[in-house]
């Protein structure tokens, strides 16, 4: 079958890389696709909010499956978009509709999702212009550090996490009045989770799901956890901290309900669930719902499946999931990025990348790539990831560190402590 994926991150080039090594797949085409996802597929230059777009080309070239690699086409519609079109209407979307892409969407959603299934996650105050004064007294009624949240889209920069009452009273303000444009018309006060993050992530049909591997992310630039939040500066599957009774904890209080809950509430959902948690002292609790899978997670993730993904997706696009299982690789997989000079700030991009055939052990996945005149050149804050097994977390660290040195690009900079914190 030919299929459309939809992006151009490291993420897409992992989902590229494996879809590609489907017995069910004549054709992948990706839009608009990297460098990476070039050399497993076609690259289409369509962007994947050009709905009509994106609709022509699928009856032009027969594609039968669409996947959704990021949010905002889902957020916007694009499922809903094909299953009203009757052109598109038999075309499996890996993705959810608007209404279950609220999860991610709105985050006064989410919380109030939460609450209505009792899944654990921060308590919450919702605040618009108009009730900005009950607002200001919830945060004068907590303790620090204090949560605002941008409640819409906004690629990931609409959460701040202030020490000071006064400074969180002055932000809420300014994010009322359009610091983050219209995603902050809401702001969401959260309470504050002390612990540590982790990343689980299912594939659903909306009735059943499978748990995939789950990941830690490594968010800020600087080693040590210091400096600016970057969308994700490498990541390690599995997590040690996540075993056998938390992740039972996580599906019986988190999953499990959450599945339940869209059920229950008439919401078909065929794709990811990303679970942005929080270990407090033992216990999950929700940090917050992402209806796609991560990056860079998904390079570390994808990898470790054994199953043919486009098979899961099949059956997750025809509400058979609960038939199939999945199988993984034991191994551990680590994922380093390599970023470019002054990135999340300014940096250049069309700077020659080199070295790309000592990839040896490990799986290179582009991200901020494309082709210029014949040959590879950055063109994006994340450049590439460098994915490796390893029989423990350490093996595959040292292979990431050895093949990260071989590649080169002006200005390349990474994260030298990927992982060191679960290292024993
Ligand atoms: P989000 O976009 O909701 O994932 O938030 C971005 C980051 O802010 C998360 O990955 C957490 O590190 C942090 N964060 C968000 N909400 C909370 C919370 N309620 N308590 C503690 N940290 C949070
Ligand atoms: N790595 C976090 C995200 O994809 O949102």
């Known amino acids: 079958m030919n299929v459309l994926l939809l992006g151009s991150g490291g993420r897409e080039h992992a989902l590229a890389w494996k879809l590609s090594q489907s017995k069910l797949l004549e054709k992948l085409y990706i839009a608009p696709g990297n460098a990476g996802t070039e050399e497993v597929g076609e690259n289409i230059d369509l962007s994947p909010n050009d709905f009509e777009s994106i609709g022509k080309f699928c009856v032009e070239k027969n594609v039968s499956m669409l996947v959704v690699g990021p949010e905002e086409p889902l957020v916007k519609g694009i499922h809903n978009h094909f299953a009203e079109n009757p052109e598109l209407s038999d ?29 654990p996650t921060a308590g919450s105050f919702a605040v618009t212009r108009e ?35 006064g400074t969180a009273e002055k932000e809420l303000q300014s ?10 018309e809401t702001v969401v006060i959260e309470e504050f989770l002390k612990g540590v993050e982790l990343s689980v992530f299912v594939l659903t049909d909306g009735e059943s799901y499978l748990l995939l591997p789950e990941a830690k992310d490594y968010k800020r630039i600087g080693e040590g956890d210091t400096g600016l939040n970057t969308g994700g ?3 390690v599957s599995p997590v040690p901290f996540a075993d056998k009774p938390f992740m039972e904890k996580v599906e019986k209080q988190i999953i499990y309900p ?40 998904a390079e570390a993730v994808i990898p470790r499946i054994k199953t043919d993904l486009m098979e899961l997706f099949v059956a997750a696009g025809t509400s058979n999931l609960k038939k199939r299982s999945i199988s993984i690789d034991e191994r551990a997989l680590a994922s380093v990025m390599l970023v470019s000079e002054g990135y999340p700030g300014k ?15 490990s799986i290179i996945f582009h991200a901020g ?27 595959a660290l040292d292979k990431c560190y050895k093949t990260a040195g ?15 914190d679960l290292l024993d």
Request: a positive charge; zero cysteines.
């Open 91 to 119: 075309i499996s979307v890996i993705g959810p509709r608007k209404e279950g892409a609220m999860l991610e969407g709105s985050k006064n959603f989410a919380n109030r999702f939460m609450e209505r299934h009792g899944i």
């Open 131 to 165: 009730n900005m004064s009950e607002g200001i007294e919830f945060i004068r009624s907590q303790s620090p550090p204090y949560v605002l949240k941008a409640d819409g889209l906004a690629a990931g920069k609409g959460v701040l996490i202030l020490e000071d009452a």
């Open 175 to 184: 994010m009322l009045e359009g610091k983050f444009g219209k995603a902050g």
């Open 233 to 235: 500066m490498g990541s």
């Open 258 to 297: 959450t599945i339940k809950g869209l059920f229950e509430e008439g919401v078909p959902y065929s794709g990811f669930i990303f679970f942005g948690l929080m270990n407090v002292a033992g216990n999950p609790y929700v940090v917050e719902y992402n209806v796609r899978m991560g990056d860079p997670e």
């Open 347 to 361: 940096y250049r991009k069309g700077l020659p990348v080199s070295g790309l055939e000592n990839g040896g052990e």
């Open 369 to 395: 790539t494309k082709y210029d005149n014949g040959k590879i050149v950055t063109n994006g804050g994340r450049v590439m990831a460098v994915s490796s097994f390893g029989n423990n977390l350490k093996e």
């Open 406 to 420: 071989k590649i080169d690009f002006e200005g390349k900079y990474f994260r030298r402590d990927i992982g060191r």
